[in-house]
T-cell receptor, first 114, second 112 residues
Framework: GAVVSQHPSWVICKSGTSVKIECRSLDFQATTMFWYRQFPKQSLMLMATSNEGSKATYEQGVEKDKFLINHASLTLSTLTVTSAHPEDSSFYIC??????????FGSGTRLTVV | KQEVTQIPAALSVPEGENLVLNCSFTDSAIYNLQWFRQDPGKGLTSLLLIQSSQREQTSGRLNASLDKSSGRSTLYIAASQPGDSATYLCAVNSGSARQLTFGSGTQLTVLP
């Protein structure tokens, strides 16, 4: 099956700094990738849909200037959390759509903002 | 708007028991439904994918069923093992944007 590599697996940053998270589709050309956020003891919430070569589509309530998404190639999408604050601390997971074969997910990134 | 509900929220069983996890969804116009497993602090591992035209899928000790008309799916785990302990998530693929909508998960603990 398709493999999605997400990096870093965890990161601690100071409040006010920016953090970039990478999501790579290793063996599948992904025209569409998805970014989710998961708070403790809660399920996944879709943040945005990342489209290769075009602007991302953000879900209602997600600030596009806060969470910058770049999908410059068929194998890489990045999520940058800008001017991070403690309330941005969460688990971020990317996903790749496999056509009619469902979805596969990265291993997630634990972001802690101190 | 699609809504997905999973019950129970948590389940604790002794090793060896068979068990059923439930998932219900409000909009039956789905493309497919996928069951995932999530270990603490980890990403999601796909367990089974059921297309809208299918009734069930099996993989090893896992069997997932789909009743689209009633908006329900079940995940059956046979002969549970401590290694099965994890959170199980049901996700429905539906809508014009073909988005995944997740349930809140069932946290399973299999006691040795």
């Amino acid at each position: 099956g398709a493999v999605v590599s997400q990096h870093p697996s965890w990161v601690i940053c100071k409040s006010g700094t920016s953090v970039k998270i990478e999501c790579r589709s290793l063996d599948f050309q992904a025209t569409t990738m998805f970014w989710y956020r998961q708070f403790p003891k809660q399920s996944l919430m879709l943040m945005a849909t990342s489209n290769e070569g075009s602007k991302a589509t953000y879900e209602q309530g997600v600030e596009k200037d806060k969470f910058l998404i770049n999908h410059a190639s068929l194998t890489l999408s990045t999520l940058t959390v800008t001017s991070a604050h403690p309330e941005d601390s969460s688990f971020y997971i990317c996903s790749v759509a496999l056509g009619g074969r469902g979805y596969t997910f990265g291993s997630g990134t634990r972001l802690t903002v101190v | 708007k699609q809504e997905v509900t999973q019950i129970p929220a948590a389940l604790s069983v002794p090793e060896g028991e068979n068990l059923v996890l439930n998932c219900s969804f409000t909009d039956s116009a789905i493309y497919n439904l996928q069951w995932f497993r999530q270990d603490p602090g980890k990403g999601l591992t796909s367990l089974l994918l059921i297309q809208s035209s299918q009734r069930e899928q099996t993989s090893g000790r896992l069997n997932a069923s789909l009743d689209k008309s009633s908006g329900r799916s079940t995940l059956y785990i046979a002969a549970s093992q401590p290694g099965d302990s994890a959170t199980y998530l049901c996700a429905v693929n539906s809508g014009s944007a073909r988005q995944l909508t997740f349930g809140s998960g069932t946290q399973l603990t299999v006691l040795p």
